[in-house]
């Protein structure tokens, strides 16, 4: 009994062994007929790009900071207690507004004393101009000493500066009364309010009253490296005028367009970059003073350019290049040239002609003489317009499926052949 077990045992090992071994030949030889089908030429599914005519803008990205082209801190020009305060936080105002009163009453005093005596000081020199038409009568008679008559005329013209003084401090009241009434010096919008009426300002006040900031129009200054400084004065020199625009921080929103007012007149040497400003009307206030910006300085436009998607260019030990579609549905690398670039299409110099065919989309499963197709062609290149009916009305006559340059023929029995990919 001990041995018929052992024998059984034996025997049940002996059939795992071989059926392990049949399973591992049986996936080899699924493998490399897998692999045999690939080397074979099937066809690598891509996308594709038909060469055409267009035009490329030449832009230059900046991050950039709203910059206000006024930022007026409102302050007093003279001492006393604030009574008025006339404007609301965040109103926009206008150049003259009226937005706060000074107590007025003590500079009010100060002009009435200025101006009695100014007239005082008339009276006086009015007397002195008698005194020296006396004495010169008298001294023409030799009736006084010429002295008198030289000290009146001394007299006479110190007068004259003190009326010259007392107009002054006369002015100087005036000008005060007209500084208790803090008016706008700008159009613009007021921040929050600093200072509460009641309060007691003076000059050495630090904070103001109140923040004035310019809003319409409003800057943006940014940086642009230094290599790209000359295309950029060239074409302000030739009077072009450089279109900018200003996106939110994501770069998904456009906030406002506007124009290239001038650059800085040095290159900033830490960082190999010279600043710009640019101009917008901000009509909808859309940039708002010290936000970050993204801009978009469109230096140029090259016309009329060859172009293909920046996808299909591919650079390599050749150079640069790109999978040119031939009629037979295989690719071929051929060299290019490339100009000016967007980001999105670029300029093709020499390589390609308007209406070729490249790769844009699975360049990196092809070769060198490989066959492609696209998806939803039905096994043929995508591309060519569709065939219009000829004017007799009946339809145009369809090529035979079996023909059709990258069709799959039917094989096994007409069941499908199973696809490698």
């Known amino acids: 009994m001990m041995r018929l077990r052992t024998l059984l045992g034996i025997g049940l090992g002996v059939a795992v062994v071989a ?23 099937q066809p690598t599914t891509v996308g594709l790009a038909t060469v055409a005519k267009g035009d490329i803008p030449i832009v230059i990205k900046a991050l950039g900071n709203v910059t206000p082209l006024a930022t007026v801190t409102i302050k007093t020009q003279i001492t006393g207690q604030l009574i008025q305060v006339n404007f609301v936080e965040g109103q926009a105002v206008k150049k003259g507004d009226l937005l706060a009163v000074v ?48 000290t009146q005329v001394a007299l006479v013209r110190q007068d004259e500066a003190t009326i010259v003084t007392d107009k002054a401090a006369v002015d100087s009241a005036k000008l005060n009364l007209v500084y208790t009434r803090i008016i706008a010096p700008t159009d613009g919008r007021i921040g929050l309010r600093l200072v509460d009426p009641g309060n007691y300002v003076q000059i050495s006040d630090g904070t103001g009253i109140c923040v004035i900031t310019k809003m319409q129009p409003i800057s943006v200054l940014f940086s642009i490296p230094e290599d790209s400084l000359p295309a950029v004065r060239k074409r302000l020199r030739d009077g072009a005028s450089l279109q900018t625009t200003a996106y939110d921080r994501a770069q998904k929103n456009q906030l406002a367009v506007g124009t290239l007012a001038t650059t800085d007149n040095q290159i900033d040497t830490t960082t190999g970059t010279v600043k710009l400003r640019a101009m917008f009307d901000n009509a909808d206030e859309a940039l708002f003073p010290q936000q970050f910006v993204n801009i978009s300085l469109l230096v140029d436009t090259v016309k009329n350019a060859t172009v293909v998607p920046v996808a299909a260019v591919l650079r390599g030990p050749v150079g640069t290049f790109v999978y040119f579609v031939k009629a037979d549905d295989t690719v071929e690398v051929r060299t290019i040239e490339t100009g000016e670039s967007d980001g999105v299409k670029i300029a093709i110099l020499k390589g390609l002609e308007v209406g070729d065919q490249v790769v844009v989309d699975g360049t990196d499963r092809l070769r060198e003489g490989a066959k492609i197709r696209v998806p939803g062609a039905s096994g043929t290149k995508a591309g060519p317009p569709v065939a219009a009916a000829p004017p007799d009305g009946k339809s145009p006559q369809q090529p035979d499926a079996a023909s059709a340059p990258g069709t799959q023929r039917r094989g096994n029995g007409g069941r499908p052949a199973q696809s490698s990919q």
Do not use: C, H, M
């Open 19 to 41: 059926g392990g071994s049949w399973y591992f030949s049986q996936s080899s030889s699924g493998a490399s007929s897998r692999q045999g089908r690939n080397a074979g030429g």
């Open 103 to 150: 107590d007025p009453r003590p500079y009010e005093v100060a002009l009435q004393q200025a101006q009695g005596n100014l007239e005082k000081d008339q009276a006086l020199l009015a007397n002195a101009k008698i005194d020296l038409d006396r004495y010169k009568t008298l001294v023409q008679q030799n009736s006084v000493a010429r002295q008198i008559y030289d």
